[in-house]
Protein backbone atom coordinates (compact mmCIF):
# COMPACT_ATOMS: atom_id res chain seq x y z
CA UNK A 1 0.00 0.00 0.00
CA UNK A 2 1.91 3.13 -1.04
CA UNK A 3 1.76 5.88 1.56
CA UNK A 4 -0.03 9.21 1.75
CA UNK A 5 1.28 12.78 2.85
CA UNK A 6 -1.26 14.22 4.92
CA UNK A 7 0.31 17.61 4.96
CA UNK A 8 -2.57 20.00 3.47
CA UNK A 9 -1.84 23.11 1.97
CA UNK A 10 1.35 24.84 2.93
CA UNK A 11 2.44 28.20 2.31
CA UNK A 12 0.91 31.79 2.12
CA UNK A 13 -1.49 33.06 0.77
CA UNK A 14 0.13 35.40 -2.02
CA UNK A 15 -1.89 38.71 -2.13
CA UNK A 16 -0.69 41.52 -4.02
CA UNK A 17 -1.67 45.13 -3.52
CA UNK A 18 -3.73 45.60 -6.60
CA UNK A 19 -6.07 42.38 -5.44
CA UNK A 20 -6.18 43.89 -2.12
CA UNK A 21 -7.60 47.55 -3.15
CA UNK A 22 -9.60 45.86 -5.81
CA UNK A 23 -11.33 43.59 -2.77
CA UNK A 24 -11.63 46.59 -0.81
CA UNK A 25 -13.04 48.45 -3.04
CA UNK A 26 -15.84 46.29 -3.91
CA UNK A 27 -16.19 46.08 0.00
CA UNK A 28 -16.48 49.47 -0.23
CA UNK A 29 -19.58 49.50 -2.75
CA UNK A 30 -21.42 46.43 -1.09
CA UNK A 31 -21.62 47.91 2.38
CA UNK A 32 -22.71 51.60 0.92
CA UNK A 33 -25.24 50.08 -0.93
CA UNK A 34 -26.24 48.38 1.80
CA UNK A 35 -26.57 51.33 4.12
CA UNK A 36 -28.35 53.52 1.37
CA UNK A 37 -30.85 50.94 0.65
CA UNK A 38 -31.36 50.61 4.01
CA UNK A 39 -31.88 54.43 4.53
CA UNK A 40 -34.51 54.62 1.22
CA UNK A 41 -36.70 51.37 2.79
CA UNK A 42 -36.73 52.62 6.52
CA UNK A 43 -37.86 56.29 4.83
CA UNK A 44 -39.94 54.73 2.27
CA UNK A 45 -42.13 52.37 4.33
CA UNK A 46 -45.04 53.57 6.46
CA UNK A 47 -46.08 50.50 8.01
CA UNK A 48 -42.83 48.77 9.07
CA UNK A 49 -44.09 44.79 9.83
CA UNK A 50 -45.08 42.61 7.80
CA UNK A 51 -43.07 39.89 5.80
CA UNK A 52 -42.26 42.16 2.51
CA UNK A 53 -40.30 44.83 4.46
CA UNK A 54 -38.19 42.35 6.35
CA UNK A 55 -37.73 40.33 3.47
CA UNK A 56 -36.33 43.25 2.12
CA UNK A 57 -34.02 44.54 5.34
CA UNK A 58 -32.50 40.72 5.66
CA UNK A 59 -31.49 40.77 1.86
CA UNK A 60 -29.91 44.80 1.99
CA UNK A 61 -28.40 43.36 5.68
CA UNK A 62 -27.27 39.92 4.03
CA UNK A 63 -24.56 41.35 1.69
CA UNK A 64 -23.23 43.23 4.90
CA UNK A 65 -23.04 39.91 6.61
CA UNK A 66 -21.69 37.88 3.37
CA UNK A 67 -18.69 40.35 3.25
CA UNK A 68 -17.66 39.97 7.15
CA UNK A 69 -18.17 36.08 7.25
CA UNK A 70 -15.80 36.02 3.69
CA UNK A 71 -12.90 38.88 5.11
CA UNK A 72 -13.30 36.67 8.72
CA UNK A 73 -13.06 33.39 7.03
CA UNK A 74 -9.79 34.99 4.68
CA UNK A 75 -8.27 36.50 7.73
CA UNK A 76 -8.50 32.78 9.78
CA UNK A 77 -7.10 30.72 5.94
CA UNK A 78 -4.07 33.28 6.12
CA UNK A 79 -3.48 33.03 9.91
CA UNK A 80 -3.46 29.14 10.16
CA UNK A 81 -1.02 29.35 6.35
CA UNK A 82 1.50 31.86 7.36
Known sequence: MAQTSNTGI?????????IAMTISGFSAIAWYNSIE???LIWMTFKRRRGLYFYSILG???????????????????ERMIC
Open 37 to 39: LNV
Open 59 to 77: ASWGVVYVNIFLFVIWSMI
Open 10 to 18: TGGLDTTLP
